[in-house]
């Protein structure tokens, strides 16, 4: 949307009907004002006419409906006295003053709201940018994903998800960078900018594992980068889980970096790909000492992997309950991925009532049966 067509765009959105709240309220008022006793007077009540209308349309159409508030109070007084009455006179000046207050609360409004719009803007350049969809076909693997951000008006944050095509087969990652704001998402960009480059010449997944590795371990020594102490160093990490397809084995290689590890749902039944010797979150090899070795899974044609971040199964309802992730796909009848991550969307939104307390992100990846 173009930020200087808000208000054409907003007007062909919003349901006319509204603009009649006001002006019924301006007749109301008039009538009932005209047939009361001279005692009565309900000429204030018209300020609520241009104060409502502020609150959806425009200046413009606020300053309108002000004029017809004004013009109105006009007839109310020459029906009832005359326009120089003191009361009336007052009214009109004091509507005036209120409508033309209305108008410019209108027009701020309308100002942080193009404001807004472009923001959100260049959020949504910058997330298809960063943060690419994946094709919905790669080999003789189907992918499905979703992205849900904790707060609406954002539409990237620390967690990524990434697919690169190989010789060999697919290779995809999914991450989580620990904190939020744009310090994650910078984080997030550089290593899923160093994946899509170093994913089809590593060889194999340790070497792209260490890879990667070193490239968040080099972002936290760069002196351009704001100094690092020690503890921050010991928070500073991502968790990733690092898959490798092959195309022509029935199986997938993984290599998990202190991530939820991943489910396989296999006819109805869910299992927990586990890694028997886990390596430690991106960035923490100064710390814990690393041997590198990826672990190789069944995965058979109709089988689907799911790769989530800790955002989806750390979501809580009402009563605290962590989203139960491996129960609600367990029984489920065969479907595609997009299907799943569908009921899974939807599902995981009403637990939480629709209100995120972290970014959550899913991957679905089912390997096709072999064309005969």
Known sequence: MVPGRLTAHRWSREPRVLLAVPIALIALVTVVDISAPASVHLGPFLVAAPAVTASFAGPRMTAC???????????????????????????????????????????RRERHERQLTALRSVATAAQEVVLKPLPQRIGPLRIAS????????????????AAARTEQGTRIVIGDVRGKGLEAVGEAALLLGAFRGAAHRQADLPALVTFLEG???????????PQVTAEDRGEAFITAAVLDFPDNEPALHLINCGHPPPLLLRCGQVGLLETRHPAPPLGLTEFVEIDLAAEAFAFEPGDIALLYTDGVVEARDRD????????????????????????LRKDLLRHVDGHLGDDAAMVAIERLPRPL
Not at 147 to 156: G, K, R, T, V
Not at 215 to 225: E, F, G, I, R, Y
């Open 65 to 107: 409906v002000g004029v017809i508030a004004v013009l109105a109070q006009v007839v109310v007084a020459a029906m009832r006295t005359s326009l120089i009455d003191l009361n009336h006179f007052f009214q009109v000046i004091t509507l005036l003053l209120m409508s033309a207050f209305a108008t410019a609360f209108a027009a």
């Open 146 to 161: 979703v992205y849900l951000a904790a707060q609406s008006e954002a539409q990237i944050g620390g967690d990524l998800y």
């Open 215 to 225: 490239t968040v371990s080099s972002d936290l020594d760069d002196p351009a980068t």
């Open 320 to 343: 605290g309950t962590f989203y139960p992730l491996a129960q609600r796909v367990s029984g489920r009848p065969a479907e595609g991925p997009a299907a799943l991550l569908a009921h």
